[in-house]
């Protein structure tokens, strides 16, 4: 069931409705949203919804063991014992292919084939964002960042809860559970901002995402070598604002929904195109995501406390991991390991720049100081322009990967950037000015939507109905014939 879909919409008018007037009764409105939560994900595949309940009972009994426990050398066991649970579900639905597959080519390169149990499994929609919620649930009561739930009732919410099921964002139980607690509530600015998110989502990915995948990226991306290098260029470019519409439109509808039915999600992206170093840009990117990974594996594998190689290890196996979370395919391996590995080329530049010119001198007062002032304020906006621009085609080199449908296809894909003998095919005014376009959006004020959702908690709550229903009408005209999955659905 997908958000921009007629189906989506009566659904959720009527959850909307059910939810409110059960407002005051709080255990009867979450058996209603955990049903509705259900339906949604059953929707795809109803067999997979016994899945869900695993899990979510899974992590409902461990936590309550874990939180009920006082020897610390037995939390950890059973924090580790159901950490292991979790993954083992995961690495069975999402990598078994991938790890027999790989087995298998080795095994023939070594002239020792053999035939091995390949199994055709069907991955679960989301299965890696509510492993990862039930995951960080566990590890939160072990670290007595968050108190075990007695309630089997708001665990099952937790790992269900529809908004963000299947794509996130990654939702911590210390932020959503306390939420369960209380009345939900709805202001005039929550409200306002809920309905500029949807639009904004809606737009990003019905016009934009949409018209990108159907009229550039997924030509160029399903045959590299039968065009020039001017349209696998602007495909990258076109790919890199794709997956950014795609994946940020999801989380937008998803806080969105949520803040209407009375809930706070954080934020997911904030403009990580105009990040000025690879760093910069995990912490715009996937914000869910890069801190659950953050707080998860890379401070328990020592963060930067160790030495110079041991930070530049955990910063190499931390992005490794995270690619492999993506997807059972070298492609993804290589994309995880790139982002590892730039991230300590970025960290060891950095440092020896620092050095070099000196940073943190201080020169005194007078004309020389104010000269040396201006002469940094200079050198800062050329360091952060030119940063911006190696940082985004950095990017925009690793997406190859992590689009391309197999490691030869993406090398394809490198290889024909040299080759300008072609002339582009796609270079339309309307792909070129939808790309640049998106790419200028990144440089808005970070809180303009929160400014466009305060002008609209000024109007009735009427008007604002009558707001969305107009936006989404005027977005479905403007919108390519069909729906696309959103480009997450596959992790």
């Known amino acids: 069931m997908l958000f921009p879909t007629l189906d989506f919409a009566l659904f959720f008018v009527i959850v909307f409705l059910v939810a409110w007037e059960l407002r005051r009764d709080l255990q009867a409105r979450k058996l209603v949203l955990v049903f509705a939560s259900y339906f949604f994900y059953g929707y795809w595949d109803i067999r997979f919804t016994l899945l869900l309940a695993g899990s979510s009972l899974l992590n409902y009994a461990a936590g309550r063991i874990i939180g009920g426990l006082n020897d610390g050398a037995l939390r950890k066991w059973v924090l580790g014992i159901a950490v292991a649970l979790n993954l083992g579900v995961l690495a069975f639905f999402k990598y078994y292919g991938f790890f027999l597959g790989s087995l298998a080519d080795l095994l023939a390169a070594v002239n020792l084939e053999r035939d091995l149990p390949f199994l055709e499994i069907i991955l679960p929609v989301g299965i890696s964002f509510f492993t990862f919620q039930g995951i960080s649930y566990l590890v939160d009561v072990y670290r007595r960042h968050v108190d075990a739930s007695r309630s089997v009732l708001d665990i099952f919410l937790y790992i269900s809860f529809f908004p963000q099921l299947v794509a996130g964002p990654i939702v911590r139980a ?85 803040a209407l039915l009375g809930y706070r999600f954080p934020r997911n992206f904030d403009h990580p195109y105009r990040s000025a170093s690879l760093q910069e840009f995990w912490r715009r990117w996937h914000i869910s995501l890069s801190t659950w990974l953050r707080d998860y594996l890379y401070i328990p594998l020592g963060g930067s406390r160790g030495s110079t190689f041991q930070t530049y290890r955990n910063l190499f196996l931390t992005m490794f991991l995270g690619g492999i979370w993506h ?149 479905e005209a403007m919108a390519p014939e069909g729906v696309a999955p959103f480009i997450y659905f596959q992790f």
């Not at 939900?184 to 934009?208: D, E, Q, T, W, Y």
């Not at 990108?212 to 020039?228: Q, R």
């Not at 995880?336 to 020896?352: I, K, W």
């Open 327 to 475: 997807g059972a395919a070298w492609t993804f391996v290589f994309w995880g390991a790139f982002h590892g590995a730039m991230l300590g080329v970025e960290r060891a530049v950095t440092r020896r720049w620092d050095e070099l010119t000196g940073n943190g001198h201080h020169y005194g007062g007078g004309l020389m100081a104010a000269l040396m002032g201006v002469g940094r304020r200079i050198q800062g906006t050329f360091a952060t322009l030119l940063g911006i621009v190696l940082t985004f085609h950095l990017v925009c080199f690793a997406w190859i990967f992590f689009r391309a449908s197999s490691f030869s296809g993406a090398w394809n894909y490198v290889a024909g950037l040299a080759d300008w003998s072609q002339p582009a095919q796609f270079a339309s005014p309307f792909i070129v000015g939808l790309i640049a376009f998106s790419l200028a959006g990144q440089f808005l004020p970070s809180g303009w939507a929160v400014g466009a959702g305060r002008v609209l908690q000024r109007v009735s709550w009427p008007v604002l109905g009558l707001t969305l229903g107009f936006g989404i009408l005027l977005i």
């Open 174 to 258: 210390a932020h959503f559970l306390p939420q369960l607690e209380r009345t939900p509530h709805v202001n005039r600015r929550m409200a306002g901002l809920a309905v500029v998110l949807i639009l904004v989502g809606l737009f990003k990915k019905m016009v934009i995402a949409n018209y990108l995948a159907t009229e550039l990226v997924d030509h160029v991306f399903f045959d590299p070598t039968a065009y020039g290098g001017g349209d696998l260029l602007l495909g990258v470019y076109g790919y890199a604002v794709q997956i950014y519409c795609d994946f940020s439109a999801y989380s937008d509808i998803a806080i969105g929904v949520a």
